[in-house]
């Protein structure tokens, strides 16, 4: 499987940073829908869905594991096997939008926009958002091994490779 291409950031403005990855995935989009819309698809890549309620509106509180984060919102985009959105505490949405190529490969849009401290200097600002590029990039590595069949055994996950991918994108800001 080809690796997880980098993902891009920008500041919108109004105390806001949207990061942005685009999947190319050799799965059909029926597929990858349940991994991103369901308690037991969720858990394998990105967090325990303790409460998910599959409509547009519906309820929903993650607990991102290997982080003692609990997070409520609502299910804010709705459109089967097209496109969800969770927006969470208030401040943060993350939305896919998948699109499929062919009969056995999909796209996937991802966004992820979240609210950040106006009150940080330059250089914390910038390891945030090095960071939240890292962690978005480390999940979808996940999503990529649990689809083949391999979701992460959050006991045994260590965080390790996310330090190296923010390295990795600290070095692309660089150039």
Sequence with gaps: MPPVS???SES???GRLRIRFELHLP???EELWPALTTSDGLRGWL?????LERRLGGEVTMHRLGSPTMETGRVTAWDVERVVEYT???DERI?????PVGTDSTV????????VDDRAGADEAEADRLDWLAVWHDHFELLESALAGQPVDWVLWTGARR???CEDYAALSRT
């Design 163 to 165: 330090g190296e991918l």
């Design 95 to 99: 939305r896919f939008h998948l699109e």
């Design 6 to 8: 980098h993902g891009t």
């Design 47 to 51: 967090a325990e869905a303790e409460v």
């Design 27 to 29: 799965y059909a989009y």
């Design 12 to 14: 919108p403005g109004g």
């Design 108 to 115: 996937i849009r991802f966004v992820n926009e979240r609210r």
């Design 88 to 90: 969470l505490g208030g």
